[in-house]
């Protein structure tokens, strides 16, 4: 056997190789297996509108991820997520039932890319990890949001149900919102310049900073960028609620990056995909849809859920050591 061919068997193992060390390959291995075991206990995990009930769940959640993914992968946290998404469904319920549709939604997409803008700025100039300055500014916002809504709920009016209808009845629209986000995070990863920075600055901050890239300036864009998505998140929420409470939000921050973070994204930044993301969110809601389907006592669905995740990113960890 000559040198070329071993040269050819080496690359082949090691791209074969590469595909287990993939943290995709073990989400979509793990739903798998969950898929199939449920299936075998209730038959009716496998139909149409149970499998398009799963993405509809996760649908808000995989939105958002995106966004926080993109903080993330500059080696940020942004914990206001859960505050923003209450402060901008509340803009949203005031709004549209005094103004017109489209400029409330223009509206709440501009604020959100703005407070983005703003913790962005606030995360680069203060001294002290993006962790603690978000988390500082996390509880600024519920406050907020309880002083925005007087401590009450705010009804739609039903004018806007758009995100809670089905398109042929089947297709959740929330989905579609969901795929064009993943798909838009694909393309802005990949193949954009600005995407690339991401990656540079979380990746190595001090080595992006001597080769020319403006650290400070792409932090705040990821951060923007991320209320944008929280913003588009709202909308689809509340759309689908028909209401929203001070507190409507306060629950997607610990569960979105547990998502991300199973899907692949590094918490120190420099490492993440479209796809990870969306499969990090997929899973959350295979799960709660598992457990529901066997019947899991309720007071037992988090533990189990818990549990589940952990295994995954265990998994996951060792297999990429």
């Known amino acids: 056997m000559n040198k070329s061919t071993n040269t050819k068997l080496d690359s082949d193992r090691g791209s074969f190789a590469s595909i287990f060390k993939s943290q995709i390959f073990f989400l979509?291995?793990?739903?798998?297996?969950?898929?199939?075991?449920?299936?075998?206990?209730?038959?009716?995990?496998?139909?149409?509108?149970n499998l398009f009930n799963i993405v509809l769940g996760?649908?808000?959640?995989?939105?958002?991820?995106?966004?926080?993914?993109?903080?993330?992968i500059t080696g940020n946290f942004d914990l206001t997520l859960g505050p923003l998404i209450s402060i901008l469904g509340i803009v949203m319920a005031l709004m549209i039932t005094r103004y017109n549709v489209i400029l409330t939604l223009i509206t709440v997409i501009a604020l959100g890319v703005a407070i983005g803008a703003f913790n962005g700025v606030v995360a680069t100039r203060v001294r002290a990890h993006s962790f603690i300055v978000t988390l500082a500014l996390s509880v600024?916002?519920?406050?907020?949001?309880?002083?925005l809504a007087g401590g009450t709920y705010i009804s739609l009016g039903g004018r806007f149900r758009v995100f809670a209808d089905r398109l042929w009845g089947v297709i959740p629209t929330p989905a579609l919102v969901l795929l064009a986000a993943i798909i838009g995070a694909f393309i802005v990863y990949r193949f954009t310049k600005f995407g690339r920075m991401f990656f540079a600055v979380g990746g190595n901050e001090k080595a992006a900073y001597l080769g020319g890239v403006k650290v400070r300036l792409y932090k705040i864009l990821a951060f923007s960028l991320a209320g944008g998505m929280y913003a588009i998140g709202a909308i689809v929420l509340i759309s689908q609620l028909g209401v929203v409470y001070p507190s409507t939000g306060f629950?997607?921050?610990?569960?979105?990056?547990?998502a991300i973070a199973v899907g692949g994204v590094a918490l120190y930044?420099?490492?993440?995909?479209?796809?990870?993301?969306?499969?990090?969110?997929?899973?959350?809601?295979?799960?709660?849809?598992?457990?529901v389907l066997t019947g899991v006592d309720p007071f037992w669905r988090?533990?189990?859920?818990?549990?589940?995740?952990?295994?995954?990113v265990g998994i996951s960890g060792i297999v990429q050591d």
């Open 58 to 72: 996760v649908s808000t959640t995989g939105i958002v991820c995106v966004g926080m993914g993109t903080v993330l």
């Open 140 to 147: 600024v916002y519920e406050g907020i949001a309880l002083l």
């Open 269 to 291: 930044g420099g490492k993440g995909s479209a796809l990870g993301i969306f499969l990090g969110a997929l899973l959350f809601g295979l799960i709660s849809n598992a457990l």
């Open 302 to 312: 988090d533990v189990a859920a818990g549990l589940l995740i952990l295994l995954a």
């Open 28 to 49: 979509i291995g793990i739903m798998i297996i969950i898929g199939v075991i449920v299936s075998i206990i209730n038959p009716r995990f496998l139909s149409v509108r």
């Open 251 to 258: 629950g997607y921050t610990l569960p979105a990056l547990a």
